[in-house]
């Protein structure tokens, strides 16, 4: 593959801010400077007016996911591409199966989606569902094949939900491995008492999905969770934190120093409860778990992202139709499909609504949409990083662009936007994968299996 050349952008990483040129060959990047001398044949970019990004990476997504009795919408194909259209070239996906399945089979499951049908790089967080004799050397297998960090789900009782024994089991295993453990924290038994409770009085519609799963359920999980890092020495990470109380659990966790990252999600950034109170079940669309939660709580997640107390902005991008899928639920909103798709427009929305609008410092949003996550999960300096060496992930970002955000341009497989018509103050101009040019001007013009699946070791935090 011939040399590309990116001329005249102005760098900008978790920690420096520059203008020089870059120089990528065999798939990274091997050279920074100014007047680079590039060997005839070397494709030029030119970036001048625009900001030159690391890749943006997803800690937290699901492309398949067979899930409350049905299926995520996107393929690997549909999802990849989507992530890279809005500047995500590597995501983390939750390889998920349930308490029914044997962790290896879905294991291998997962990847066999994923290979040849991935656009960018890719790896998996492995579920622990269950925890059964032969776990440990099936998940000791996992890891040996490149996965160094875990999920698990307090929540989806009888589904992926693990007991407390298996908690305690699956977390002195990762400490034992060096493995970071990410997890789904509510308390699944207050979920379905107040689902129940909520169902027997009539409250079907998605309006009551909040108030069975309320911001006590969520900090109850968070501190339950952090009580058994604290007891086993693990390290873990809080996927979609969405509210102020759950924040306050794991910061009082943080402060007698149990090891614990946390990760909020666009979705609970950028929307609130009223999203999913809207009238003729269209609040379904905006069932997602945790749910959304009530406007004064956005104002303390970005107020944690600021200062760094919130480390990582993931998506949970978890995709199902409003016609056919979510209306499973019409009557019963314990059946609604939870998910609020967002692979493609994280990027685009921390950005405008962040660092455009006066509320993240660019330095922080490249930190947490990307370089954090690259740390915590074993990917740095290979991805998050723009340095001789790291892989040629690049985003050549124009700031200037102005659109609106839309299901009907959108590429995520999907017959809704939960962010219909939000106003976007720029965008990816240019994408590569390793080197390759993925996304020009918002279309797709990439490789669509060159993705990879990264392999990641186990670390010693
Ligand atoms: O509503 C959500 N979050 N759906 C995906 C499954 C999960 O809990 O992450
Ligand atoms: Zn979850
Ligand atoms: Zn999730």
Not at 99 to 119: H, I, P, Q, T, V
Not at 250 to 279: F, N
Not at 369 to 382: E, Q
């Amino acid at each position: 593959m011939s040399g590309l050349l990116i001329k005249n952008g102005e760098i900008i990483t978790a920690d420096t801010r520059y203008q020089a040129d870059i120089y990528c060959q065999d798939e990274q990047i091997t050279q920074i400077g100014q007047n680079l001398e590039v060997p005839p044949g070397t494709q030029i970019i030119d970036a001048a007016g625009k900001y030159v990004f690391p890749g943006f990476i997803d800690p937290h997504v699901h492309i398949y996911l067979p899930f409350m009795g049905t299926e995520s919408k996107d393929s690997h194909s549909s999802g990849s591409q989507a992530a890279l259209v809005g500047g995500t070239t590597t995501f983390i996906e939750m390889c998920a199966p349930s308490r029914l399945d044997d962790a290896l089979e879905g294991y291998e499951l997962w990847k066999s989606k994923a290979a040849g049908n991935s656009a960018c790089d890719y790896s998996f967080h492995m579920a622990v569902s269950k925890f059964e004799d032969k776990t440990e050397a099936q998940l000791k297998e996992i890891i040996a094949d490149g996965i160094s960090s875990f999920k698990v789900f307090l929540a989806y009782k009888g589904f992926f939900g693990v007991e407390d024994e298996e908690l305690y089991k699956t977390l002195n295993l990762a400490k034992r491995e060096g493995v970071i453990v990410t997890a789904h924290c509510e308390n699944a038994e207050l979920v379905a008492q107040l689902q129940a409770k909520l169902l027997a009085a009539g409250k079907t519609g998605p309006e009551y999905h909040e108030p069975s799963r309320p911001v006590s359920v969520e900090a109850e999980g968070v501190h339950h969770f952090a009580t058994f890092l604290e007891m086993t020495g693990a390290h873990g990470y809080v996927v979609h934190l969405s509210c102020a109380a759950a924040l306050r659990a794991a910061m009082a966790a943080k402060s007698r120093g149990v090891k614990l990252a946390i990760e909020s999600v666009i979705p609970h950034l950028m929307l609130d409860k009223t999203y999913a109170e809207r009238p003729n079940f269209e609040g379904a669309k905006y069932v997602m778990s945790p749910p959304l939660r009530e406007k004064r709580n956005q104002l303390v997640l970005w107020e944690a992202l600021r200062n760094g107390f919130i480390d990582t902005i993931g998506t949970d991008h978890a995709p199902f139709d409003f016609v056919g899928q979510k209306d499973m639920g019409k009557d019963d909103f314990t059946k609604i499909p939870n998910g609020i798709p967002a692979i493609e427009d994280r990027v685009n929305l921390l950005y405008t609504y962040g660092v455009s609008r006066g509320n993240l410092d660019i330095h922080r949003f490249v930190d947490a949409a990307s370089t954090k996550a690259a740390k915590l999960f074993g990917l740095f300096p290979r991805k998050g990083s723009i340095q001789p060496g790291s892989d040629a992930d690049l985003v050549i970002y124009d700031p200037s662009y102005r659109g609106k955000l839309s299901a009907e341009s959108q590429v995520m497989n999907l017959d809704y936007n939960g962010f219909e018509g939000m106003e976007i103050d720029g965008r990816p101009s240019v994408v590569t994968v390793r080197g390759q040019v993925a996304v020009r001007d918002g279309k797709f013009v990439g490789d669509p299996g060159r993705g990879k699946l990264l392999k990641r070791q186990p670390q010693r935090f």
